[in-house]
């Protein structure tokens, strides 16, 4: 390590909760209280979260949006000594959240990244739901279009662990029929709705069952899926 790299920052990877507050950890609180500045998604969603722990720190709008142009911006800061702590709204940074390109650029140039583990959603839902996770493959976000969500599950039809998506309370009901279309109505799945929320819920059955229950149910909140492998039944 250079001398000039004694005295840079560090960036702090903080998972933060998918629901109840409680689980946040007494070191990503730490984290959170000692760097110089908070990066988020939303900084009005990050802000419920200082409120809740009665912190007051400067925070920079780090999103889709304007994440290629805020990244050479935050490395600099970082190599001027900043400690920053990057926060999505809802669990581990990078994980189908802004975060990947600054990681990225941190490790191009030589700057510490010091991860601190939490919530993730897909662990959450994979971990309760009953379903194979002695190997597990996750896809985030299918694609926009239905041709490219459609070639994605086609690939991994024969996958022979367990699928993990997410899902908005927008898409499911479309993604969910594309499932039964691509990979067929016996298809097991558990869809896991609200994770750690005072409503949360899991729905487990043939991808077929699962969407008459959805239909029941309320559509609120964020949504994982996971996707048994070819011929799996509880």
Known sequence: MSAGE????????VATPIGNLSDLSARAREALSSCDSI???????????????????PMVSYR???????????????????????????GYPGISDPGFRLVRECRSRGIRV???????????????SGLPTHQ?????????????ARKSLDHWREFEGSIVLYESRYRIEKTLALIEETLGPERFLCLARELTKL???FL???????????????????FTLVIGPQGYVL
């Open 39 to 57: 990066v988020c998604e939303d900084t009005r969603v990050t802000g419920k979260l200082l409120d809740h722990l009665s912190l007051r720190k």
């Open 199 to 201: 409503h949360e819920s």
């Open 64 to 90: 889709e949006e304007n994440e290629r142009k805020r990244t050479p911006e935050l490395a600099n800061d970082l190599q001027q000594g900043q400690a920053l702590a990057l926060v999505s709204d809802a």
């Open 136 to 148: 597990f493959l996750f896809l985030g976000f299918l694609p926009k279009k239905s041709a490219g």
């Open 6 to 13: 004694d005295s840079w920052g560090t960036l702090f990877l």
């Open 204 to 222: 487990l059955g043939t991808v077929s069952e699962v969407r008459e229950l959805s239909r029941e149910g309320s559509s609120k909140g964020e």
């Open 114 to 128: 010091v991860p601190v583990p939490g919530p993730n959603a897909a662990i959450t839902a994979l971990a309760a």
